[in-house]
């Protein structure tokens, strides 16, 4: 693993003997000894609480298909009435799995902040970067065929929409969506072939997962400064400081997540997944889950069905090609003032897409004033918020990201991680994110 | 890097030609060749090889897609009749026809007429209320209940044009079940249907 000397030494003769044969302990020990730098805050913590969430996933997801019913007639009672009501214990594990799935995309979402905000996509972790945008699609596809599988209402009619979505794809679009159906529309075959497929993507994004940390041990952590370790003294062994950094944060992370369980566990659920799946009725108002919003409200803001579907893959797609993008030497936006305003932005606009996906096309932005309309709607309405929001997503990593980073004038970034580190007056790597460049 | 007793494979820089030198243990079996020997018939089983396992793979990857297409069952619910008599004037029914919604829809005078006066209107996907329904039986207007953009099932008597309004994304369609304004991009689509008498029609 990188150029970072293995100190483990077996101490018993059995050790000795495994580790001719097998050398996993060592694997274990040089992971825990591995040189971390020393300034990581607490956004760095989202990894681990990451890990954390898969495995929750996974070992509530087994449980629950234990006691579910893979017909589309049995599907929503084994849901509703068996795992809610009767098996022991399985509303807890249910809530665990359903909420498991927000408390999931919001760690994820916060770890791709944490990535674009101090330029973790940079050489020399492109393939690190690319691994992480696979693990995101595989959740965003298994999240929505978990989502499918109480079908109820939103079950049966998110299902029927992201694969009529599919559908657009020219030439090969149709048969795309026979083979998902298994028929001539959503039905019994489509649940069963997004159940098994929803049991088995969580392990190839075990295994991504895998090759994700395999890819972030070869050039190591890159830090809130950006700069590159340079020597040991810039490091910390992995164990136990940030064991504990991460363990500490995955603790708070359990209290939130518990309070939804618990107390609010129907808070991110929808009313009308209540209802048993009806093909012959959509409900009034149909949304996907929070996490997948935005995506949503780039859908609906392009008038064209198939323009739709490329500005939604666009959306998802661009974020694979950002190492590339980037045209600035300096990582961090710590030291990119100018970026960081764009940046800022841009989160602004994925919050306004993500309200925007859970209103109707028409609903108004400020209630009670008819504004002029323009094309086709009021620009007072959701769908031009929308397309607003939609074009500074792209422009920021298709405009301002390559442009800005041959034009701007970036802060003087330290000789070392190590420097902003000492100079802060409380030592500390968390405080330091405060005003580094002042100090640096 | 070669396995104990096997052919050695060697190319020189300056050769363009594979040449095959014969490991001492195997020299009594096989016969010297030193030089070029005959690199074709090592190229044949190469291609052969890769041939048959290609072969291989997709003769077992076609049953492996194939078996995600309808299966028999599913296929055997092609066709379906239905006694229109049910359906009073101004009224419509939403019946499932293999696991699809259809409306069949009794229009009324005024939406026929509506509909006609249409016709030559500017339209995404132009269509005459006359190729919409079969002639004589204006007044029965069947089609598939899904919205052409995403699939949601279109409400009646809402939207612009006096016809259906899909809730999911706002698609807009008159009351021949032509799109008029929204993201969806083609008409409602028409089933396979004929009338059987002058209330009983088969769908598919």
Redesign the interface.
Known sequence: MSDHPSTYKPGTAIERWLDSRLPIIRFGADLMSFPTPRNLNYWYTFGGILAFCLVVQIVTGIVLAMHYDTSGAGAFISVNRGIMRDVNYGWLIRGLHANGASMFFLAVYLHILRGLYYGSYKAPREVLWLLGCVIYFLMVVTAFMGYVLPWGQMSF?AA??????LGAIPVVGDTIT??????????S?TLN?FFSLHYLLPFVIAAVVALHIWALHVPGNANPTGVEVKSKSDTLPFHPFYTVKDLFAISVFMIMFAVFVFYLPEAMGKVDNSVAAN????????VPEWYLLPFYAIL?A?????L?VVALAGALGVLFALPWLDTSKVRSMRYRPTYRTFFFFWVVACAALGWCGGQ???GQIIHGFEGPVLI?YDINSVTWLSRISALYYFAYFLVITPVLGLTETPLPVPDSLYTPVLSHPAGAPAGAAAAPETKG | MVAHGLPAMVRAPNQTRISFKVADSLAHTAPETDGPADPGRRDFIHIAAGAAAIGGIAAVAWPLIDQLNPAADTRALASLEYDLSKVALGQQVTISWRKQPVFIRHRTPKEIATAKADDTASMKDPATDASRVKAGHEEWLIVLASCTHLGCVPTFAQGEYGGWLCPCHGSQYDTSARIRKGPAPKNLELPEYSFLSATKVKIG
């Open positions: 009619w029927k929409v992201i694969t009529n979505v026979t083979l998902l159906w298994g028929g001539y529309a959503v039905d075959p072939r093909p012959l009725q959509t409900p009034a108002h149909i609906r392009v008038p064209d069905k198939l739709g109707e096309p028409d086709d």
